[in-house]
């Protein structure tokens, strides 16, 4: 059954490449607010990952763009528990995605009639997407309050981590399955 291993590799490589994607762009808060002032409506579209957070403010046609690393200020009011436990749960569920392709590639040139291995990629597997939907839940919970954004401010970092965290329990579960 060479479909299976395929099917799991390809699935892997997908949810490695969508998690660290995740881990990386500033886009998992997109927030866009419009200040109408007397005179001109001051435009600030705000975003943020789990490293950084940018504002743009447009005044007419000038953009005044501003960004700040969470580590350049200790006294970051972003910068909280719950934003350093997202960071490392998904740099958690990233380094097990990347494992697991590792296990694969093993599997597939040196053991390929072992099941043990087989059922360790499978631990590893929902082990590596637990820790990734365990970050997109922090981050929509505890993060979310912390800064003050509402639910439809989430962007694409967050709808990536919660993809690969899902692929990799399916993953996971295919593993429990293979020869």
């Known amino acids: 059954m060479i479909l299976l291993p395929l099917i799991v590799g390809i699935a892997s490589a997908a949810a490695l490449a969508m998690s660290a994607i995740s881990l990386g762009i500033p886009y998992w808060r997109d927030t866009t607010v419009d200040q109408p002032n007397v005179q001109r409506t001051i435009t600030t ?3 943020s990952g789990l490293w950084a957070a940018c504002t743009t403010e447009v005044v007419k046609v000038e953009n005044i763009i501003q960004c700040e690393s969470y580590f350049t200020s200790k006294d970051n009011p972003n910068y909280t528990a719950g934003l350093r436990t997202v960071q490392a749960t998904s740099i958690l569920g990233t380094g097990g995605a990347g494992a697991l392709l ?5 599997k597939s040139c040196l053991l390929p ?11 590893v597997a ?6 990734l939907l365990l970050s997109v839940v922090i981050y929509a919970t505890s993060v979310k309050d912390g800064q003050s954004f509402s639910v ?4 694409a970092g967050f709808g ?3 993809v690969a965290g899902i692929v990799l329990v399916l993953v996971g579960i295919l593993c429990c399955f293979m020869k």
């Open 160 to 162: 990536m981590s919660v």
């Open 152 to 155: 439809k401010d989430l962007s």
């Open 113 to 123: 009639d072992s099941k043990v291995i087989s059922k360790v990629m499978g631990v």
């Open 102 to 106: 590792v296990m694969l590639v093993i």
């Open 45 to 47: 579209h705000t975003y």
């Open 126 to 131: 929902i082990l590596a997407g637990f820790f």
